[in-house]
């Protein structure tokens, strides 16, 4: 078990550009989870996957925001014509989800700290 | 759907003392809670876990919560804060309605501790 593994780590952008993060899940956890933390906040929910197939995506995800997991295995969440407002950690979750595993808890990465200028 | 509140934001506390960390939820169904605990500079880890049975949990770093089910309240507690506990502390809740299930965070708890 090598953890949820998030990259960049830091990422600094000017208001417009395109930024891609990736995620590295737990090798056998079938649900990945994206989230987005700003300042005093608990992390707010964006995105959910089991496996390969996006089930669900928050209101906070505007048009601009697209995630996607194509074999199943790791992800990547992509943010369009940055905005200041898009400066926050974004946090990517696994867990096991089948079966009796249903209720395991989130193995979180140590999140992308995005700051756009 | 379901929320969660943690009212206090911040709670100073000097080291060897009692704390007590709450935290509310509202749900129209069962639910599974949890306490994730973030240490500065490190990501979110899980603390302790509600799932069935007793309704007192405990971590093996010497925190318990108790899931209060009239109360919807499942408030986290240590008898004895150490210096080392100093971190920020998320309640979440997931709904175990079957098929997709979302965890709700709350905002956290800032504990210091005092030495």
């Known amino acids: 078990d090598t953890g949820v593994s998030q990259n960049p780590r830091h990422k600094i952008t000017k208001r417009g550009q395109n930024v891609t993060f990736r995620c590295d899940p737990i090798s056998e956890h079938n649900r990945l989870y994206w989230y987005r933390q700003t300042l005093g906040q608990g992390p707010e929910f964006l995105t959910y996957?089991?496996?390969?197939?996006?089930?669900?995506k928050s209101r906070l995800l505007s048009d601009r925001f697209s995630a996607e997991r194509p074999k199943g295995s790791f992800s990547t969440l992509e943010i369009q014509r940055t905005e200041q407002g898009d400066s926050a950690m974004y946090l990517c979750a696994s867990t096991e989800g089948t079966g009796s595993a249903i209720d395991s808890p989130l193995h979180f990465g140590n999140g992308t700290r995005l700051t756009v200028t | 759907a379901q929320s969660v509140t943690q009212l206090d934001s911040q709670v100073p506390v000097f080291e060897e003392a009692p704390v007590e960390l709450r935290c509310n939820y509202s749900s129209s169904v069962s639910v599974y809670l949890f306490w994730y605990v973030q240490y500065p500079n490190q990501g979110l880890q899980l603390l302790l876990k509600?799932?069935?049975?007793?309704?007192l949990v405990e971590s093996i770093n010497g925190f318990e919560a108790e899931f209060n089910k009239s109360q919807t309240s499942f408030h986290l507690r240590k008898p004895s804060v150490h210096i080392s506990d100093t971190a920020e502390y998320f309640c979440?809740?997931?709904?175990?309605?079957?098929?997709?299930?979302?965890?709700?965070f709350g905002t956290g708890t800032k504990l210091q501790v005092i030495p």
């Open positions: 509600y799932l069935s049975g007793s309704t």
């Open positions: 996957f089991q496996n390969e197939a996006q089930l669900e």
């Open positions: 979440a809740v997931r709904e175990n309605s079957g098929g997709y299930q979302k965890v709700t």
